[in-house]
């Protein structure tokens, strides 16, 4: 359920933006991912000192009974700060903290996914793993509607708007610019941004990084993404398929190891797409936000979509038709210039926009290094 959205004067907090506060003092944003999975939430304290790392940081906790993830009864959550970015919105020596969230016994949330990513990428350091994201999302107003769409009907078919430049084809481009802006200020490795295929369709690119980063980029991106989006009075929103019969929201995933990225790595991506068409059915359940019931809306066949009981698309190999080099319809897509230079990496465009990208890296992982 919405909240009635409220229209204050924004410029009433600039005689207050100049206020001094003292040096001393640092303001920092604990953020964590909440019980569905999905959302952020965030909360503020002030130290007396400007932490180096994690490690200088406390844990702190929340009432997770207003988060779905502890009961009213034992509703202390535990937050432990894992990542420091710079904050954008505050600057200065302000800080963003991202956290992950433990139940009153010190063990894990349902929702902390990355306490176990980091154990499986520490374990396959020695193959050097690189991950990056592809990024979609909609803006749409508070009451769910994407955002320059015409009252009451739908714009013109998909194909003027990707990438395209034009008040009448591009929607809030002004909120794209600060996004980028934000997140190269915050320290996300931000590679790029690019209108998506529908009005109000956006796409930002985290990465390549190695190991966790990656994941941990995605997230406070999204982070800085819904605060920007909350300034202009619209909603940035991960949800899969937001409107029947147009083209949905994924998280594309490009992954690497070392030997794909050396002389011949080819035979290497081709034998992890194998393995990947192989346990198709679990990475379905780790790509969505809701154990794949997200996706069977998305992968329906459609615009350019594979279905979702499939792992289909491309003619590369007559015997094996599991993938296809720059084919966008496809399961996993190799670039073409991956394919020309015989090395580099593999995109899979099944995981949901509303993915969490520590279950997309754990479940990669698993499948491509540890074999199982």
């Not at 207003?66 to 302000?94: C, K, L, M």
């Not at 295929?197 to 190695?210: E, I, K, L």
């Not at 154990?291 to 007559?318: C, V």
Request: hydrophobic letters at 35%.
């Amino acid at each position: 359920m919405n909240s009635v959205p409220i229209a204050l004067n924004k410029a009433a907090m600039r005689k207050y933006e100049d206020l001094e506060i003292p040096c001393d003092d640092i303001l920092a944003s604990y953020l964590w991912v909440d019980g569905t999975g999905i959302n952020l939430r965030s909360k503020d304290r002030t130290f007396d000192f400007v932490p180096k790392t994690n490690k200088d940081l406390p844990i702190w906790y929340f009432d997770g009974s207003n988060t779905a993830q502890a009961t009213s009864d034992n509703s202390d959550t535990f937050i432990f700060p894992e990542v420091i970015y710079h904050d954008p919105f505050r600057r200065g020596s302000h800080i963003l903290v991202l956290a992950d969230t433990y139940q009153h016994n010190y063990q894990p949330t349902s929702t902390n996914y990355r306490k176990g990513c980091v154990i499986l990428t520490e374990k396959a350091d020695v193959e050097e793993p690189w991950f990056g994201f592809n990024q979609e999302f909609f803006l749409t107003t508070t009451d769910s509607r994407p955002l320059g769409w015409p009252p009451g009907g739908y714009p013109a078919p998909p194909g003027p708007y990707y990438c395209a430049i034009g008040a009448n084809k591009i929607v809030a481009r002004d909120l794209m610019e600060a996004f980028y802006r934000c997140c190269l200020y915050a320290g996300v490795h931000l590679n790029g941004i690019n209108p998506g295929t529908t009005p109000s369709q956006w796409n930002f690119q985290v990465g390549p990084s190695p190991g966790i980063r990656a994941a941990d980029d995605l997230w406070l991106a999204r982070y800085i993404l819904a605060r920007l989006a909350e300034e202009y009075g619209t909603v940035a929103t991960f949800e899969p398929q937001p409107i029947e019969d147009w083209p949905g929201n994924g998280t594309f995933v490009y992954f690497s190891s070392k030997d794909m990225r050396e002389e011949d790595g080819i035979l290497v991506i081709e034998r992890a797409i194998d393995k990947l068409a192989r346990r198709h059915g679990a990475h379905i359940n780790e790509y969505d936000a809701n154990n794949g019931a997200d996706n069977a809306r998305r992968l329906n066949g459609k615009n350019g979509m594979p279905h979702i009981r499939d792992f289909t698309a491309g003619t590369q190999n007559l015997l094996y038709p599991l993938w296809g080099v720059a084919n966008r319809s496809c399961s996993v897509r190799i670039p073409r210039q991956v394919s020309e230079d015989k090395r580099g990496y593999l995109e899979d465009r099944r995981p949901a926009a509303n993915a969490d990208p520590y279950r997309i890296i754990s479940i990669m992982l698993r499948t491509c290094i540890f074999d199982e």
